[in-house]
């Protein structure tokens, strides 16, 4: 599974921006595809997971009822992120749990990632 986000850059406080995940490659039944953002000298922090076929999806409490994530298409995915706010402010990523049970939130169990994209947000 190849992955690429794509929507990054900057916007001033209570703004908004679209990310988007492009997937390609062989997906399985129980695929997951999720965000996950990295802050300057932060790990890495969940922010929203959804099941391949967009069923269901679950949420960071920091980012619930800003943040929603959607599926386009079979292969495309996007990350609506309202309200922004300076601490939102971190490289994105999309990735992907080939094997999953739940919708899970430890990047550990995630096995595909794309390259990021840079999300600034100023007060």
């Known amino acids: 599974v190849q992955l690429q986000a794509s929507g990054g850059g900057s916007v001033q406080a209570g703004g908004s921006l679209r990310l988007s995940c492009a997937a390609s490659g062989r997906t399985f039944g129980r695929s997951v595809v999720g965000w996950f953002r990295q802050a300057p000298g932060k790990e890495r922090q969940f922010v929203a997971a959804?099941?391949?076929?967009?069923?269901?999806s679950k949420y960071a409490d920091s980012v619930q009822g800003r943040f929603t994530f959607s599926r386009d298409s079979e292969n495309m995915f996007s990350l609506q992120m309202n309200s922004l706010k300076p601490e939102d402010t971190a490289v994105y990523y999309c990735?992907?749990?080939?094997?999953?049970?739940?919708?899970?939130?430890?990047?550990?169990?995630?096995?595909?990632w794309g390259r990021g994209t840079l999300v600034t947000v100023s007060s």
């Open positions: 990735a992907s749990d080939i094997n999953a049970h739940t919708l899970r939130s430890d990047a550990r169990t995630y096995n595909y």
């Open positions: 959804m099941w391949w076929s967009g069923s269901s």
